[in-house]
């Protein structure tokens, strides 16, 4: 099974600001890696489907980049309504299976 | 615009059998380019995932809770099921249902339902 690290665990930020979160796994993942925002309550969002595929509706200050076993995602200038936990998530093509890292929370 | 919504009973004793219910509404179950999957997330903790079931009724689990679980699907009424039997206290969390399009992501996610185990 694949282990997910993801740092940092906390960044506080402001408005404005351009941030990139990284993603480690712990073997080579092979495309099957999205990004998640979550707000408190609520389910998550998909961002970013296999690393780089910006999900529909995702502004486009999401991005997403790497390969191998580093991928990063960036927010080019935060917005307020983009302070949340995000997470990374492998998913195992076969057998079918889901791996998430510990997430990263964005602070203001 | 799909839409899943979880349903089922929000407080269970340790011991009894958690089920839940994901209805889907704005697109078929019965799409072969999808999966429709169960995570769980307790109170301030990362997600979890539980299982994974195909139209067909193919299932796959996480090995952590494989032998508790049971997942179903009914073509008829557009849901699927969850079943986790033997609940303790760490069972409590937000459960979630979701659709997985594979390398696509998991693309639509129920709102969730707070289950929680206590005597």
Known sequence: ?108 | QLHLQESGPGLLKPSETLSLTCTVSGGSINDNNYYWAWFRQPPGKVLEWIGIIFYTGTTYYSPSLESRVTLSVDSSKNQFSLRLTSVTAADTAKYFCARDASRGGTDYWGPGTLVTVSS
């Open chain 1, 1 to 108: 099974e694949i282990v997910l690290t993801q740092s940092p665990a906390t960044v506080s930020l402001s408005p404005g600001d351009r941030v990139t979160l990284s993603c480690r796994a712990s073997e080579s993942h092979s495309y099957f890696l999205a990004w998640y925002q979550q707000k408190p309550g609520q389910a998550p969002r998909l961002l970013i489907s296999d690393a780089s595929n910006r999900a529909a509706g995702v502004p486009a200050r999401f991005s997403g980049s790497g390969s191998g076993t580093d991928v990063t995602l960036t927010i080019s200038s935060l917005e307020p309504e983009d302070f949340a936990v995000y997470y990374c998530q492998h998913r195992n093509n076969w057998p079918p299976g889901f791996t998430f890292g510990p997430g990263t929370r964005v602070d203001i």
